[in-house]
């Protein structure tokens, strides 16, 4: 794993003999913040306007202002709430939630303290995937010690303040990274989800107001704090504050995590992870996780690495998982791959995404295997436009995004692959 040294926001004890541990978290200032909130008794609006200042937008994807979601949850209405973080990180292209908990774990659950208490929540779950062993061991031996050290529990620090933490380990299914599937699944049921509205901020865990961030996003919180909301707005750009850990993978010569300004160029976050591999030519980069828009090099060598330049461009900014792709890739297996990866994950709840992503991976399957018809390419733009805004959660859209931005701007390879029956790239090789 790969994080650029300076102004490091989730990622501050890496360089430490023991990253995790609750004396090096300390050691750099950690749980200041909600030790002076327990004895100052902060009003919890104070600590959200600081928030909606810094411009923090939701880390896990959909890049919603994390100050505004706080804001929505009754805090002081009766009875229990919830805070829950989405540690599923099962978004094919995303490894930066994995790291920190694994090296940084009480960043994040100071992060969820505080979202208890803003909240008047007096329980957190952190929800990791099935898969996710060694963070899941990480993050049970930093509760086991923040509770020892009385910074969870009953009357933390004898302020009358209650909050406690549970780690949760999913089965790896892709479709509980949906918040209320999530939250379906918490609870003992199949994770498959709810119709909205209600949304978890009314109608969450177990029917109670409940507040679902992501885990850079909870860990974000206390250097915010700390440092004060203008501080994090300054380090990115208006409307996109802070700094943003992109997973960087595929054909690059330093794949890893690195933790930049927002509104950082691409082609200087690409010269961090050491440029295309083997001197290649960049084809195309996938900016957020296989579910958003591809853009090829012309455009994303243009592109600033924010919310609002990506949506400029054509994509999203995702969950920041970049997926470079150099000259030797062949576009149409890259996405047969990943349409049959939405088939298989698909829940099964609507008739869109049920039937439409298996008619996506069958066609695009075919044409890989010299199977295709011209006429195919229209057809996968008329299945894709009708499973779009047409299901109850966003994997619909995740499905058919890549399926309309992979034909939009490699056509011609997807032409050649059917006239010829075989691979354009593999050919000029």
């Known amino acids: 794993m790969t994080a650029i040294p300076t102004n490091q926001v989730c990622f501050r004890t890496l360089g430490h003999d023991a990253p995790s541990s609750l004396a090096t978290y300390e050691s750099l200032g950690g749980y200041q913040v909600w030790r002076r909130i327990l004895k100052e008794k902060t009003p919890p609006e104070e600590i959200v306007e600081v928030l909606k200042l810094s411009m923090l937008r939701g880390r896990g994807g959909a890049g919603f202002p994390t100050g ?45 303290a505080i979202a208890g208490y803003v909240m008047g929540a007096t329980v957190g779950y952190n929800y990791m995937r099935g898969e996710f ?131 950082t160029p691409f082609k200087d976050l690409l010269a961090m992870a050491g440029g295309v591999r083997d001197g290649n030519r960049l084809k195309a980069v996938i900016p957020g996780g296989s579910s958003v828009p591809v853009l090829p090099a012309d455009i994303i060598l ?32 890259v996405l047969a791959r990943i349409a049959h990866f939405y088939f298989e994950e698909s829940c099964g709840q609507c008739t869109p995404c049920r039937e439409g992503t298996g008619w996506l991976s069958r066609v695009i399957h075919r044409i890989e295997a010299g ?22 959660c966003a994997l619909g859209d995740a499905a058919a995004m890549p399926v309309i931005s992979f034909i939009k701007h490699f056509r011609e390879e997807f032409a050649y692959h059917i006239e010829h029956k075989k691979c354009l790239v593999e050919n000029r090789s």
């Open 68 to 112: 505004l979601k706080w804001s929505f949850v009754p805090r002081t209405s009766p009875g229990q709430k919830y805070v829950v973080c989405n540690s599923d990180e099962s978004e094919p292209g995303t490894f930066k939630d994995r790291d920190i908990m694994r090296y940084n774990p009480h960043q994040m659950i100071e992060g969820m």
């Open 133 to 263: 062993i060694e963070p899941f061991e990480s993050c049970e031996r930093a509760l086991k010690d923040a509770r020892e050290s009385g910074l969870l529990g009953d009357n933390i620090l004898g302020s009358g303040i209650d909050f406690d933490m549970h780690n949760h380990l999913g089965a790896g299914a892709y479709i509980c990274g949906e918040e209320t599937a999530l939250l379906e699944s918490l609870e003992g049921k199949k994770g498959m989800p709810r119709f909205k509205p209600p949304f978890p901020a009314n109608y969450g865990l177990y029917g109670r107001p409940t507040n679902v961030n992501n885990t850079e996003s909870y860990a974000s919180v206390p250097i915010i704090l700390e440092k004060g909301g203008q501080w994090f707005l300054d380090l990115g750009k208006p409307n996109n504050g802070g700094m943003k850990i992109f997973s960087v993978s595929g054909h690059v010569n330093k794949p890893g995590n690195y933790e930049v300004p927002l509104g």
């Open 371 to 392: 199977e295709g018809k011209l006429e195919y390419l229209d057809l996968l733009g008329d299945v894709s436009n009708k499973i779009m805004g047409r299901t109850i």
């Open 302 to 333: 243009k592109t600033d690495m924010d919310y609002d330049s990506l949506d400029k461009a054509g994509s999203m900014l995702g969950a920041g998982s970049v997926i470079v792709m150099d000259e030797t890739t062949c576009m149409v297996k």
